[in-house]
């Protein structure tokens, strides 16, 4: 399975023509073509038409390409896999997941489609999506429910207005939401996925709301606007010096054969070795390279 960096998916309607052509070249490390809100009942046929052949023929290159399809509870959603699971996708993201039953309907439904059409069974990715405050619940549950799922993502819209409260530009009311699903990715080993900022012309609160989610454990977060994406990406790219530290960190330990060492004045151990990794993988660097 191909390695992709997902600190941003640029969502993109599938009823656009001239958004799905030109969605390549914006920079994001990933694209969300859309057949489920951005599209209305009216379009959801051409919409799926159109992404299809945007799947056939487009060469998106090194970007992921993510299409989410209609819920299980809409009349389109088992079209939409029919038509799309063939063209392979990257991965699909599934809306308004609950539970672990909801994947084993998933499972069930794409496993078919895809011995139909002679594709290796469990070749098909899947990002669920929870929108619910019974979903964030069973966030664990979900992430773990499936060898498919290669990542969870929160769904900020649909989870406030099941809550009843209003979505802020601060987001408190969503802070313990986003932290448990950070949380249970973590544990079933699977990427975390933040939900949209809605406000495309305020960049300083795109640039606070991203550094939040970097900090409860994210690994990257959904935009609306091509002009979010270079603000997500110098929020998860580490500076020189934080890129010069980690280097440090990395040779000391080795140097030690993994042992505890003391650096600068700190003890560094395996937790401290673990974290430098992870800041040299954010800006591109291989850790074994160094």
Request: proline letters at 4%.
């Amino acid at each position: 399975m191909k390695e992709f960096r997902r600190r941003t998916q640029l969502y993109v309607p599938g009823n656009s023509p001239s958004m799905i052509q030109h969605c390549m070249v914006f920079g994001s490390d990933g694209v969300l073509l859309d057949l489920e809100d951005s599209v209305s009942i009216y379009q959801k046929d051409a919409a799926r038409e159109l992404v299809a052949q945007a799947l056939q023929f487009f060469d998106f290159g090194n970007v992921e390409v993510v299409v989410r399809i209609n819920g299980l509870d809409t009349p389109y959603c088992i079209k939409d896999l029919e038509r799309i699971i063939p063209l392979k996708p990257d991965a699909i993201r599934l809306p308004k997941t609950s539970s672990k039953d909801d994947i084993m309907k998933y499972e069930n439904i794409i496993s078919k489609i895809e011995k139909q059409n002679g594709l290796e069974v469990g070749s098909t990715k899947i990002v669920p999506m929870l929108e619910t405050a019974v979903a964030i619940e069973n966030a664990y549950e979900i992430a773990a429910s499936s060898a498919r799922i290669i990542a969870i993502t929160i769904g900020g819209e649909d989870l406030t207005a099941d809550m009843k409260v209003k979505r802020t530009k601060e987001g408190k009311e969503l802070y313990w939401a986003r932290a448990k699903v950070a949380l249970a990715a973590s544990a079933a080993k699977v990427a975390s996925l933040d939900t949209v900022f809605s406000d495309v012309n305020d960049d300083e609160g795109s640039r606070n709301d991203t550094m939040t989610i970097k900090e409860l454990g994210f690994d990257g977060k959904a935009c609306i606007n091509p002009r979010q994406i270079q603000i997500v990406h110098e929020v998860y790219t580490p500076s020189e010096n934080e890129i010069s530290a980690a280097k440090e960190i990395i040779l000391a330990a080795r140097k030690n054969e993994g042992g505890v060492v003391s650096l600068n004045g700190k003890m560094i151990d395996y937790p401290v070795v673990k974290r430098a990794e992870t800041t040299l993988q954010r800006a591109g660097i291989d850790p074994n390279s160094i």
